[in-house]
């Protein structure tokens, strides 16, 4: 019988040889992630639960990510929590600060993401794993406890649905247009529940960085995960990367295995997009939006604080200045550093931008860029809801680096690539 | 006393029902203070204990932040009747012992103010202003265990 990869991982997780869209399964879990918000409760439950137990002290990684550098006292607590536990149940892969990354970021970084298995985390954004051909998602902090004592959880086998980046992207159209171009055509549910597959030639030629921006936001368009096959770029990476366990296995979708839909998007007519206020299928061609103020620019994030994106960013800065106040957050300590060492501080120095830690920061609106009452920033994160960034009455457009960074230059949403002649 | 709270909205997101700014503590109370703080500033004050939200589709969509779930406890909020629910938002639901009803008309037949009764495990909602019974599908039985048990902790450690 035919499968998608997708169903593949979950029956091999559950010792099956065959699942149907639909079967509730119990699943090995291969990798579980933890951050400040939502593991600190998790912790708690255990401990008054009475099974404060660790299933793996190997397979649990751990960093604080969305508030740290600690924000303010309550923050702090919960950093100690997190510090408190990971030190006293030994945790193998523990990123306390100043190793510390947006954990979206480091995971794959630190080479702790394999094809195959199933990675789960408490946190919406932990599908962006799937680009490396593994079943990733996210959960709350019960499921997170459940998971860190048992090593195992439920799971309803999603139905799939096929995505085809066919064409060739453009000078100046990037992964993240494209996401934003899927979710602008299906809308914030329309895959609930729904593993997205996503394959294509436009794919293929795409880096890790760039596609994991693509399955980092699977869950905006309600997906339970985003993935991608395994190719010679997957591999590249991992071979890069992965460190204590480097074996791994490989599975493929069937040739004719069921999708419940297939939805093919032409990459080569692609302009940049953005998603307007206040959902993040509210994607929009940039000829048709340009010129619109913004008060600030933040380029960072799960979905775009990678070294590429940051290399994109300053490309265009490079020798101009910003009109409005731009914030700049390297995901991770490794991004940070290498930023630094290819002389990207510089161009964002010179341009006028300011740069942060590492950390999710103002993405959710937790610090770091928190916004006024009325203003308008544009953001290469990934949602753009009321009140996301601050003010319930200020408004996030979400773009791709390199049009966060031609709208910070001109203060206004701008097409990036009058700046890429 | 249950009444209903009714909300026409689609996509009601975990920001909303929990702005992250305050996501620096788990404690329930304290988050309960700030509930649906971002979509009704008045619903932390109008809400009674046992009372419902009523809203559209993909309910709790967004972040997988089990604190919109706490927030809504510590609001000794009911249940959610929505026509749907996002999934994260769905199963953290049931890992609280906390009831997501979903009803494909839910805010066309119950009336914001309406005085309701919910039979979870026959799924019948007694619309008592209306004076009407509407019927729903109600959650699989070992979804409804959980909840009984006060939750997946409590159900895992009952089965041990």
Redesign the interface.
């Known amino acids: 019988m035919s499968m998608t990869i997708t169903e593949k991982i979950l029956a091999a997780s559950a010792g099956k040889n065959k699942v149907e869209p639909g079967d509730v399964i119990d699943a090995k879990i291969d990798c579980i992630m933890c951050h400040d918000v939502t593991t600190p409760a998790a912790i708690s439950m255990l401990k008054a639960k009475a099974v404060d137990t660790v299933f793996d002290s190997e397979k649990i990684v751990v960093t604080p990510d969305h508030f740290q550098p600690a924000k303010d006292i309550k923050s702090a607590e919960l950093h100690k929590r997190l510090d408190d536990w990971a030190k006293e149940k030994k945790i193998k892969n523990y990123y306390p600060i100043g190793k510390a990354g947006v954990c979206h970021a480091l995971l794959p970084e630190q080479g702790h993401i394999r094809p195959g298995e199933v990675i789960i985390g408490g946190d919406s954004h932990t599908c962006t794993y799937g680009a490396f051909a593994a079943f990733s998602t996210g959960i709350g902090s019960t499921d997170l406890a459940a998971a860190i004592a048992t090593g195992k959880l439920w799971f309803r086998v999603p139905a799939s649905m096929k995505f085809v980046l066919n064409g060739k992207l453009s000078t100046g159209v990037y992964s993240k247009d494209v996401i934003l171009e899927a979710i602008a055509k299906i809308g914030t549910d329309g895959a609930r529940y729904k593993a997205m597959e996503f394959v294509g030639p436009a794919l293929k030629e795409m880096s890790m960085e760039a596609r994991m921006t693509i399955t980092n936001m699977a869950i905006e368009a309600g997906g339970k995960n985003g993935i991608i096959g395994f190719d010679d770029i997957t591999k590249q990476y991992l071979d890069e990367h992965l460190k204590d366990k480097k074996e791994y296995t490989v599975y493929q979708s069937d040739p004719d295995a069921k999708y419940e839909s297939v939805l093919e998007i032409d990459c080569t007519k692609l302009e940049p997009m953005v998603a307007f206020p206040h959902l993040p299928s509210g994607g929009k061609p940039i000829s048709d939006c340009a010129g619109l103020k913004m008060n600030q620019s933040y380029i960072g994030s799960c979905t775009n604080g990678r070294i590429e994106d940051l290399r994109i960013a300053a490309a265009i800065m490079k020798g101009r200045k910003v009109a409005i106040r731009t914030i700049v957050v390297p995901a991770t300590p490794e991004i940070w550093k290498q930023a630094m060492d290819e002389g990207l501080f510089d161009v964002f120095y010179s341009a006028g931008c300011v740069l942060s830690a590492p950390t999710c920061g103002a993405c959710l609106g937790g610090f770091m860029g928190i916004l006024a009452a009325g203003e308008k920033c544009v953001s290469t994160t990934n949602r753009n809801f009321v009140g996301r960034m601050g003010s319930p009455k200020s408004e996030v457009y979400l773009a791709s680096p390199a049009t966060a960074a031609a709208s910070a230059i001109e203060g206004k949403l701008a097409d990036c690539r009058k700046y890429m002649k | 006393m249950s009444i209903a709270h009714v909300y026409k909205r689609?996509?009601i997101?975990t920001?909303?029902i929990i702005?992250?700014?305050y996501?620096?503590?788990?404690n329930a109370a304290e988050l309960a203070t700030h509930c649906m703080?971002?979509?009704d500033t008045e619903f932390v004050k109008k809400c009674k204990p046992g009372d419902c939200i009523v809203a559209g589709?993909?309910f709790g969509?967004?972040?997988?932040?089990?604190?919109a779930?706490w927030a809504l406890q510590g609001a000794k909020v009911g249940a959610v009747i929505a026509k749907?629910f996002?999934?994260?938002f769905y199963?953290?639901c049931i890992?609280?012992g906390f009831y997501p009803v979903e009803l494909a008309n839910a805010t066309e037949v119950i009336k914001d103010g309406d005085e309701i009764e919910i039979d979870y495990k026959k799924g019948i909602i007694n619309n008592k202003t209306q004076k009407k019974e509407i019927a729903f599908k109600p959650l699989p039985d070992f979804a409804i265990e959980i909840i009984d048990d006060g939750?997946?902790?409590?159900n895992?450690?009952n089965k041990k």
């Not at chain 2, 969509?61 to 604190?67: L, Q, T």
């Open positions: 689609d996509h997101n920001d909303e702005p992250a700014r996501l620096n503590t788990d703080e971002d979509l589709d993909d969509c967004g972040s997988s932040r089990e604190h779930v749907n996002a999934r994260i199963r953290n890992n609280c939750g997946l902790l409590n895992i450690k």
